[in-house]
């Protein structure tokens, strides 16, 4: 496990449930991998590893990455016992160099690249394509520009779309025209809008959930 600095997401780790404005979202994912023929993830962004161990039960062996380490440490502390070690984590600030090309069937990014810079998203999703199988599936979810936390006047726009909110988070939005574009290097199958409503602060939440297949 790789070790550094405490991430600014680190805060976001203190509870234990995950909150219920991500049930759609998973669902979606279980629908998806329930018809996609896949045995190995990688879950980049893991978090604490709810959807990790999830996919783990559905019998697919995951390996999950996140830039916080709080996040990593409550994944470990899960533990493997109800899904035979099919689960394995670490924290990493991106995909490691040293995972073998065509590793993964899928890479989930749920909620992931609208948290980074232009070229942090770019950087990430090459070594994405790196690690996927020919034919493997990129499984993404990120903010739309309807989302109702933009614009937010108090946050600082460091590029186009893109604002710090203060505490170091970067929050990017964007357009379906944009997100088509980032995954050029892909083959988009699907890209779905997802509303729903935050119960924690009781805005719409907007997605997309775009499904993306590696051609090679």
């Known amino acids: 496990m790789e070790t550094t600095a405490r991430s600014p997401w680190d805060t976001d780790y203190k509870g234990t449930e995950p909150s219920p404005v991500y049930e759609p979202l ?10 996609f023929p896949a045995t190995s993830v990688l879950d980049f962004g893991c978090g604490d590893g709810n959807y990790a161990y999830l996919m783990a039960e559905e019998g697919l062996r995951v390996t999950g990455v996140d ?15 109800r899904t035979n070690g099919r689960c394995r984590f670490m924290r ?14 899928v890479v989930v990014m749920l909620n992931v690249l609208h948290c980074l810079t232009l070229k942090e998203r770019v ?12 034919g493997g599936v990129l499984f993404a979810s990120v903010l739309d520009v309807e989302d109702e936390s933009y614009p937010r006047h108090e946050w600082t726009e460091i590029e186009p779309h893109t604002f710090d ?10 357009s379906r025209e944009e997100l088509a574009e980032e995954l050029k290097g892909f083959s ?29």
């Not at 409503?197 to 993306?212: E, K, M, N, W």
């Open 26 to 35: 998973w669902h979606m994912l279980q629908q998806f991998l329930g018809d």
């Open 67 to 81: 830039i916080s380490l709080r996040a990593v440490e409550k994944a470990v502390a899960l533990g493997n016992a």
């Open 92 to 105: 990493h600030d991106s995909i490691p160099e040293d995972v073998p090309d065509g590793s993964f069937d």
């Open 123 to 134: 950087d990430l999703l090459v070594k994405a394509k790196r690690v996927l199988k020919q």
């Open 165 to 174: 909110d203060g505490t170091g988070k970067l929050f990017h939005f964007y």
């Open 188 to 216: 988009i199958s699907e890209c779905d809008m997802l509303r729903n409503i935050h119960p924690d602060v009781g805005r719409q939440s907007a997605l997309f959930v775009v499904t993306a297949t590696n051609k090679g």
